[in-house]
């Protein structure tokens, strides 16, 4: 079992920026994979960037290219999102997920981007 909770969501402005984090606890000695999705009102939830284990390998959507950055420290079990240049058609929930096992997911983070 892992355990994800999400945080560092909120309200910005168009241009804005934030970091999101993820935070695991439970089974955090496996080295697994983490990855970023997203979730509009009405639409469906949406891969946003991945990271490995080390560190060494990201993947973003075309969409978070050159704006967002993934990033991981595996001592504090934590994986970010920085998330710059927001635009309003960022807003959703943002969720973190663990590639391990079936694959767990936290409750999210609602991101919110006023133009």
């Known amino acids: 079992q892992v355990q994800l909770v999400e945080s560092g969501g909120g309200l910005v402005q168009a241009g804005g920026s934030l970091r999101l984090s993820c935070t695991a606890s439970?089974?955090?000695?496996?080295?697994?994979?983490m990855e970023w999705f997203r979730q509009a009102p009405g639409k469906g939830r949406l891969f946003v960037a991945s990271?490995?284990?080390?560190?060494?390998?990201?993947y973003y959507a075309d969409f978070a290219k050159g704006r967002f950055t993934i990033s991981r420290d595996n001592a504090k079990n934590t994986v970010y999102l920085q998330m710059n240049s927001l635009k309003p058609e960022d807003t959703a929930v943002y969720y973190c997920?663990?590639?391990?096992?079936?694959?767990?997911w936290g409750q999210g983070t609602q991101v919110t981007v006023s133009s």
């Open positions: 997920k663990a590639n391990v096992g079936a694959g767990y």
């Open positions: 439970g089974r955090t000695s496996s080295n697994y994979a």
């Open positions: 990271i490995s284990w080390s560190g060494d390998y990201t």
